[in-house]
């Protein structure tokens, strides 16, 4: 077992990842940790938005770890990985030659090798940019959920639709390496979250020049609250059944989705 001291507990520095130290995270363990003791403790995985607020947003969480017993990991996929302009990478999981999804898989394999943790399933939230990645997880990794929480996507794949990925699942396997697993992702309590006045065009349009550019980029809607009923009508067609939640008076601020948020995963956690 790793040393600990300040720089692990309760809210760590931020450390390299052993994959690939270009990517990077900081973990949360409740201040009852024992590293001597037997007790595990679930995992929360939190998603940073276009910005890379990783540190910030794990702190935001703190008080929801202490109270519900709850280890947090938030990682770090920086701009620039593939070139000056490369700021959307990680929310395609993946992304100029990088399986951005199996990063997190190993930044998690590694904090289990620190941590007495519960890791097999997690529970994941995500916003914004945080909320495109956590949303293709799923499809990718259901198995490895506990309950997801979505919040205000800029853009969706539509699981089910025939077109290619990122548009659609049409050819999921051949890009990400598993196949669409709708009786898996039915298993997974999933949580959809938007501001009601998110109807801002700030970056919605995708045009040719993007490297997010795909056929059918901007079909799902013009907006935030568009795109995740598209996204939302695309899950029940599948047969699961998410919880959906649009908050009034609430734009695209991910500080005003947490507290419905903290309430889903205490919920998971409680049952």
Same mark, same amino acid.
């Given at each position: 077992?790793?040393? !600990? ?8 520095? !931020? ?6 130290? *270009? ?15 037997? *007790? ?61 999804? $199996?990063?997190?898989?190993? !930044?998690?394999? +590694? ?20 909320? $495109?990645?956590?949303? *293709? ?35 999921? +396997? ?29 970056? !919605? ?52 989705? $947490?507290?419905?948020? +903290? ?9």
């Amino acid at each position: 077992m790793a040393r !600990m001291n300040f720089y692990r507990l309760p809210a760590s520095a !931020m450390f390299a990842a052993r994959c690939d130290p *270009r990517f990077h995270y900081c973990t949360y363990v409740p201040e009852s940790y024992d590293p001597e003791g037997s *007790r595990s403790y679930p995992l929360a995985v939190l998603i940073h938005h276009s910005k890379r607020d990783a540190q910030a947003l794990r702190d935001r969480f703190i008080a929801f770890a202490e109270v519900h017993q709850c280890a947090l990991l938030a990682p770090l996929f920086p701009c620039g990985i593939n070139g000056v302009d490369d700021f959307n990478n990680y929310k395609l999981l993946r992304h100029g030659g990088v399986a951005y999804d $199996q990063v997190l898989l190993e !930044m998690i394999e +590694e904090i289990s090798e620190v941590f007495h943790l519960q890791t097999n399933r997690v529970l994941m939230y995500g916003f914004s940019g945080g909320g $495109q990645f956590a949303h *293709r997880f799923l499809l990718r990794h259901p198995d490895r959920l506990r309950g997801i929480s979505i919040a205000a996507p800029g853009t969706v794949t539509l699981p089910g639709d025939p077109r290619g990925w990122w548009v659609g699942t049409g050819d999921m +396997e051949d890009v990400t390496g598993a196949p669409l697993n709708p009786g898996k992702i039915r298993e997974v309590p999933i949580q959809l979250l938007v501001g009601a006045d998110d109807l801002g065009p700030e970056g !919605m349009t995708i045009g040719p020049g993007s490297d997010f550019w795909c056929e059918g980029a901007n079909d799902a809607g013009a907006t935030r609250v568009a795109r995740l009923s598209a996204l939302e009508a695309a899950l029940r067609d599948l047969g699961a059944a998410p919880e959906r939640q649009d908050l009034p008076g609430v734009g695209h601020d991910a500080v005003a989705v $947490q507290p419905p948020v +903290e309430n889903f995963f205490g919920r998971l956690l409680a049952g």
